[in-house]
């Protein structure tokens, strides 16, 4: 990622989640967080179906490469690979952390809570 700030350089981390962005679409809410100076940008919500959730994702990385900022799915190890993503979040009840890194390299990004 050249020219990109790492990680403890971001200021603005946002989250799309359509059942939080009051009838927005991710790529609605994505294009207003590029617009207004968002660092990277994140996909919630994608628990759905796998080709929905993969098409929305290949928009966001598009949106996201085109802007230059890192994209990171939500709990979606397999749409994040899909899609091209920078890098995936996982959390308690996901695949453990070591495995997630283990299938995704040591080049992408890797969030777990």
């Given at each position: ?103 995704m390299g040591p080049d992408r990004i890797l969030g777990f809570?």
């Open positions: 990622m050249p020219d990109r700030p790492s990680p403890g350089q971001w200021r603005l981390y946002v989250i799309t989640d359509e059942k939080a962005s009051r009838g927005r679409s991710h790529l609605q809410v994505a294009e207003a967080a590029i617009l207004g100076g968002a660092d990277v940008l994140s996909a919630a919500g994608q628990g759905g179906l796998q080709r929905s959730a993969l098409r929305v994702a290949m928009q966001l990385r598009k949106l996201t490469r085109d802007a230059n900022i890192p994209f990171i799915v939500n709990d979606r190890l397999d749409i994040a690979l899909a899609a091209g993503a920078d890098g995936v979040h996982v959390g308690q009840t996901d695949l453990p952390a070591s495995v997630v890194r283990e299938i809570r």
